[in-house]
């Protein structure tokens, strides 16, 4: 995750704030593609969690949701508008996800291999024309995508068969058979039970393999006591190399002025 450039979070602004600011510059500094996937419910629905979003919705004057948690805005708003600012947004995929005949809550559910039968997911997209401008806006806008969400997911799971009303392009995967799905499945649990039992098997017998080991522990402990992690080093090594650029670029032109006074 850390090679990957995720963005880590405290959940508590005043700290994610400016962590969370550097980050996005530097993905609008080097311009690479970027999918940026948010939660901004911040958690599952459980009934603890229906709870606190209840007593969220009293203090704010919301009304109560039953298939939603109210969306935390503050992180949403600020991503899109520092997105927009630097040009590095394309648009906002606004997706539902939900689950016709089980869901899975916990951990315990998959060991159990209580996996979900089937998952819908509505997609639709907003490009960021469609945005509000005044990011003022960005906050009420949000909210109303997932007011949306709430009676999309009441008519879900009221209507049989159950299933999204179909609006715009509707697409089922290709060849999802029960049999290609059960054998993806017994490959995934063979391939994962080998990978493990090699790697506890070269730790035990194979002494060049346990020093691999140690050497890949100690670079990863070092480099998080030193810099937080791989995608901060990242972060510090593009503005090195940026301040670099920049002083050259400086002092170049600054010779070109002498040479041409």
């Known amino acids: 995750m850390q090679v990957a450039c995720f963005v880590f979070i405290q959940r508590r602004w ?72 630097g040009d590095n947004l394309d648009a906002v995929h606004d997706i539902t996800v939900a689950y016709p005949k089980n869901i899975p809550q916990t951990e315990r559910h998959l060991i159990l291999g209580l996996f979900p039968r089937e998952i ?32 999309r997911l009441r008519d879900f799971y009221s209507s049989q068969p159950r299933g999204f009303e ?9 060849c999802k058979s029960e049999l290609r799905v059960a054998l993806i499945k017994a490959a995934s649990l063979i391939y994962w039970t080998s990978f493990i039992s090699l790697c506890f098997t070269g730790l035990w017998l194979w002494a060049p393999f346990r020093l691999y080991f140690l050497v890949v522990v100690g670079v990863f402990v070092v480099q998080q006591k ?36």
């Open 14 to 85: 005043e700290e994610d704030k400016k962590h969370l600011e550097n980050m996005l510059d530097y993905f609008c500094d080097i311009r690479e593609p970027l999918q940026l996937l948010l939660f901004p419910e911040g958690t599952d629905l459980t009934e603890n969690t229906r709870t606190r979003s209840d007593a969220f919705a009293a203090q704010n004057s919301l009304p109560k949701l039953e298939y939603v948690l109210h969306p935390r805005t503050t992180g949403f708003t600020f991503i899109v508008d520092k997105l927009r600012k």
């Open 166 to 174: 179909r609006e715009g392009v509707a697409r089922v995967p290709p």
């Open 120 to 151: 819908h997911f509505h997609v639709r997209r907003y490009p960021v024309s469609a945005l509000p401008v005044p990011s003022s806006e960005l906050e009420p806008w949000c909210r109303q995508r997932w007011a949306e969400k709430e009676v």
């Open 226 to 261: 030193l810099v937080g992690g791989l995608e901060l080093a990242e972060l510090a090594c593009h503005r090195y190399w940026k301040s670099m650029t920049s002083d050259m670029s400086e002092k170049k032109n600054k010779m070109l002025d002498g040479k041409i006074q």
